[in-house]
C-alpha cells in the first residue's frame, strides 16, 4: 500500500467512526500488511540481529546512502533499513550558514536514540541493532510498513480524532529533539504508522555538543511518565547505557541538557498547574 492510498484509508475509517480497526500503537506490520508475530520487542532485535538477507534495494529519501532489505527469520519476513553512515569534522558549515563544532554524522547514533528512547519510557523510535552487511559496519533499523511521512500528512491536511494523543506525542517529540541535541528533525524523518502513532527515525545527526537551537517555548506539556522519566535518568545510567555509543563529552551534554529541561518543566508546572501541564 503507498502512501496515498494509506493516507485515504486513514481518512475514511475514522470518518465512518471505525477507529478501532486502525492497529495498535505497539504492532508491527510485515510486507504483507500484516502484524509481525514476533513475541516481543527482544525478538524484533535479535531478528534484525540475525535474520537472513533476502534482497536490496537503495532509498532514495535522504542525504547520507541506505539500503532497504527485505529479512527472513524462521520464515518470518520483515524489511528493515540499513546505515553506514560515518562521517567527523572538527568544524562544519551548515547550508544556513550555522557552524557546528564537532560535527559527526554517525550510523551508531540509531542505536544511541533507541536506547535512550526505552530510558524515557518513550516507544517512538523503531528498534535498531549494529549489525555488519557486505563487509559494512553499520545499523539495521526495522521498516514501519504502510506508514505516513509528515510531509504527507501536512499536505493532505489528516488529523487523528484523537487530537489530544496527537498533541502529547508532538510534546514528547519537542522533548527528545531538545534531551538529543537533534536539529535535523523534519517532514521526511517524522512517520505515522496506521494507528497515528508517530515514530522517530534518521537520528545519524542528532547528539549535538550544544542545545539544539529550536526553542523550549514551543513545549506546551509533558507527558506524565516523560516528566518522571526525566526525573529519574541520572548520569551514571546514561553513561552506562550508552557506554561505546556515545563520546564522554556527548553523553554530559544530554545531561546538562536534562537538567535544562526539567528546570523548564518544573517552572511550567509552576505557571500552568499539573493538571495543564502534565498528561
Known sequence: MNSLRLAMGILTLLAAGHAAA???????????????PFADEEEVLEALRTGRIISKEKVSEGINRVLKLLLDKDGVRFHAV???????????????????????????????????????????????????IDGRQGTLQLWIEEAVMEGTRYDRRMRPRDYRNWREQWNAL????????????????????????????????????????????????????????????????????????????????IARRRLEMLAYLRDLIDRKGAEIALR
Open 174 to 253: 519537542y522533548i527528545f529533539d531538545y534531551l538529543i541535541g537533534n536539529d535535523d528533525r523534519n517532514q521526511g524523518n517524522l512517520l505515522y504508522d496506521p494507528g497515528w502513532k508517530m515514530w522517530m527515525i534518521d537520528h545519524t545527526r542528532a547528539f549535538r555538543l550544544l542545545s539544539a537551537p529550536r526553542r523550549m517555548e514551543r513545549i506546551r506539556l509533558c507527558p506524565t511518565y516523560l516528566y518522571e522519566a526525566l526525573q529519574r535518568l541520572e548520569e551514571e545510567r546514561l553513561k552506562e547505557a550508552l557506554e561505546g555509543l556515545l563520546q564522554p563529552i556527548e553523553v554530559e551534554a
Open 82 to 132: 540499513f546505515r553506514d553512515v560515518k562521517v567527523f569534522k572538527p568544524r562544519h558549515q551548515q547550508s544556513d550558514g550555522r557552524v557546528i563544532i564537532h560535527f559527526r554524522d554517525d550510523h551508531i547514533f540509531e542505536v544511541a536514540a533507541y536506547r535512550l528512547s526505552r530510558l524515557l519510557d518513550m516507544r517512538h523510535v523503531p528498534p535498531v541493532v549494529e549489525r555488519r
Open 22 to 36: 486502525l492497529l495498535a500503537a505497539d504492532t508491527f506490520l510485515g510486507p504483507d500488511g500484516r502484524p509481525l
